[in-house]
């Protein structure tokens, strides 16, 4: 079963129509708090996680398909040379096949301490900016402003690596923020680093 | 009046001097009882410092604090963050469970993830943004 869950705390109506358009069979959610990112670890959107039929973790958090092509578009036209268009796409299709191969043969199931060796490690600062990436939200929720912005820019020092943090405030500022220059900029400063680290799966050279 | 958010969702109680709480109340919040061994849940008791309980009251910001969780309120102080703290989270990481939650579809209707036991489940987020 897919569970679809839509990190969006502008709530519903933000996630409706991509909803709509996606007529979907399966459980499409909508988490305004982030709830999910914070059970499971999850610093980034399209992050999956695997669980298998007794409720156990089998694969931790990790990018579901996307890869760091983007980061190559040409700013002004939008557009993505061929080759990267095709090697995106081939990954995605790698992503989707390896899915497909653990629903029917239960491949690339990992077992317990591998899987526990994956899990990410929340440090005192990630838990502190949870919590300050809930207050900031209800915060703007409720009209207060400029009080949720120190909240959630306080999140985002402590825990930089969260994307979803980040670009959630954004958006909150002025929908289109989360793809502005200023995420351009921040997506730049990451060097080397990558913004969607490959999972550990066929097709996915690391 | 204070806005309490937690793990659980969102309640409203009476609060005084900070997030002093009727027992009552501490447990609707918490999920820990108020006992002459100090705040309990399950089979486990932590002991409470005299400055966190008065008059079947207690501190909840204070004990919260004392389980290793953040605590965060807004600057009136009218609005609470009963966070969780990091070893509570890797614990939950590390014993491999799902952790389980309850959301919203797009017509309200709430579904929980452990309702689907028994079957695979691919669970992936994604953003308007």
Redesign the interface.
Known sequence: MVVAVAEDSRGTEQARQWIEQAKPTYWSLIDANHRVADLYGMVNVPQAVWIDEAGRVVRPAETAGSTDHFRRMDLKTRTMTPEDQAARLAARKAYLDAVKDWVLTGKHALAADTARDKQPRITVDIALAHAHFRLGTWLRRHGKDAEAVRHLAEASRLHPDSWNMWRQAADLEAVGNAGGPDFWARVKALGDRPYYPPPDLPGFGR | MA?I?T?AGEQVVTAVDGLWLTAADAERVTGWTLKPEGMCRDDACVPLPASATRDGRVDVAAFWQRLG???????AAE?W?L????DA??D???D????D?T????D?TL?T??A??????????????
């Open positions: 806005t958010l793990e969780n953040p605590v965060l309120h807004d600057d609005t963050v966070g969780l703290g990091a989270r890797n939950a990481l590390a491999l469970h799902a952790p939650f959301l919203p579809d797009l309200g579904h993830l452990s689907l036991r028994g079957r695979k489940v691919f669970l992936t987020t994604w953003a308007s943004w």
